[in-house]
């Protein structure tokens, strides 16, 4: 079995690339305060005009993952083929979910994919302190509110974002 230390990132390739982009971009100039192990570096499908060539891809990138972090714009709750199969396959292998708000919100709201909008997931704006403080965070507390029986969308509060000064 492999060893789970990556974060898997979901995004619409079409419109949301740049948000990707930046996150990397983050993780390359602030590695400290802003570091996961990107999921994507793995491995890239060979051949991506077949659906089942990239989604083999996509589980060799399950398999090494331990957060799965969907950034949510907004057409993403509009994908059909791999995106939610992606947030299918992430409920499945009970991956503990951070939905990352491209519009700044901080909760979950209308652009949240129905896929993932009852499940046990942690809402946050996208800025780099806090998804930083939810890659840390999340993980261990959903965890606990797994095996508590606990489900449904949870937020940071207020007092979270102060103290991250935003």
Not at 67 to 77: A, C, M, N, Y
Request: net charge positive; aromatic share 12%; hydrophobic share 35%.
């Amino acid at each position: 079995m492999p060893y789970r230390n990556k974060t898997y990132i979901c995004f619409d390739g079409d419109t949301d690339m740049a948000y990707y982009r930046l996150m990397t971009a983050w993780k390359a100039n602030d590695g400290l305060s802003f570091n996961f192990h990107n999921a994507h570096d793995l491995n890239t499908a060979r051949d991506s005009s077949l659906e089942e060539s990239i989604k083999r891809q996509l589980r060799v990138r399950f398999a090494n993952s331990k957060t799965f972090v969907v950034l949510i714009g907004e057409k993403t709750r509009y994908l059909r083929k791999f995106v939610k199969w992606e947030m299918e396959t992430a409920l499945r292998l009970g991956l503990p979910i951070i939905g990352v708000n491209l519009n700044g919100s901080r909760s979950i709201e209308g652009l949240c994919p129905p896929a993932i909008r009852h499940s046990l997931s942690v809402y946050v704006s996208f800025n780099m302190r806090i998804i930083a403080h939810a890659l840390d965070e999340w993980p261990p507390e959903h965890r606990h509110l797994t095996s508590a029986g606990k489900s449904g969308p949870y937020y940071y509060t207020t007092e979270v974002y102060k103290r991250l000064g935003l």
